[in-house]
């Protein structure tokens, strides 16, 4: 279903065969890693999940894919805590012999918790947001969203529950995370890198709560547990 506050469409390689993740309503859903080229040369590592009924229009050759279709998020347990995932759900997906480095994300949601304002130890401005997207049913996806510059500073100024539009690419980054054994692990992050970013006009719509993802599990039928 085409959902004009969140849209995402991108050109990339399967990395590997993709796997059957969960059913809903008897119909398959399998995930994946898509590989997605930026203008510097750097590889986004993007989580893709491709409904079963798209999956007959996959050529049986690798080659690459333009797939376009929504943000979502979902909670998943990982070492025994659950951990909020996104990935990029397709609508469509359909060999795509150019637009090699094609990532384009456009979003309208209200901020569900306040923003984080911060600099690098070179200076760089950033700003981390957490954007509820509103989807059919009730349902909302919680999408992380990180600016840079300008545009963090202005994002610094937003408040829990503004409406704010962004564009953007969804982008994958490894980060470190300290265990409590003094260790580190290496650790997938996925956000959506804001390039334009403002107030969103209209009334406010109703806000999503945001809740920490152990709160917030419903089981899919494979015994997944999925945002409820």
């Known amino acids: 279903m085409e959902n004009p506050n969140n849209r995402i469409v991108a050109v990339g390689r399967l990395d590997g065969e993709l796997e059957l993740s969960h059913e809903v309503m008897n ?30 229009l996959l050529p049986e050759e690798k080659c690459q894919l333009l797939a376009t279709g929504q943000v979502r998020s979902y909670n998943k347990v990982v070492d025994g805590a659950g951990r909020l995932m996104v990935t990029l759900f397709a609508q469509s997906i359909v060999p795509s012999p150019d637009n090699d480095t094609l990532n384009r994300v456009s979003l309208t ?8 304002y911060r600099s690098t130890p ?44 962004l564009t953007g690419r969804l982008q994958s980054r490894e980060y470190q995370k300290l265990l409590e054994s003094g ?22 719509a109703a806000l999503p709560a945001y809740a920490p993802p152990q709160v917030r599990y419903a089981f899919d039928v494979a015994g997944h547990k999925r945002l409820n």
């Open 109 to 116: 949601g209200a901020l569900c918790k306040p923003p984080i």
């Open 122 to 165: 070179f200076g760089r401005e950033i700003c981390d947001m957490m954007l509820a997207v509103n989807r059919a049913f009730g349902k909302s996806d919680y999408i992380p969203c990180i600016a840079w510059g300008r545009n963090a500073q202005y994002a610094s100024r937003f408040s829990v529950g503004d409406r704010v539009r």
């Open 27 to 56: 119909e398959p859903f399998y995930t994946g890693t898509l590989l997605v080229k930026r203008l510097s040369g750097a590889v986004d590592r993007l989580p893709v999940t491709i409904p079963g009924k798209l999956m007959g």
């Open 183 to 204: 260790e580190y692990m290496v650790r997938n992050a996925y956000e959506v890198s804001c390039f334009t970013l403002e107030a969103a006009e209209g009334e406010n």
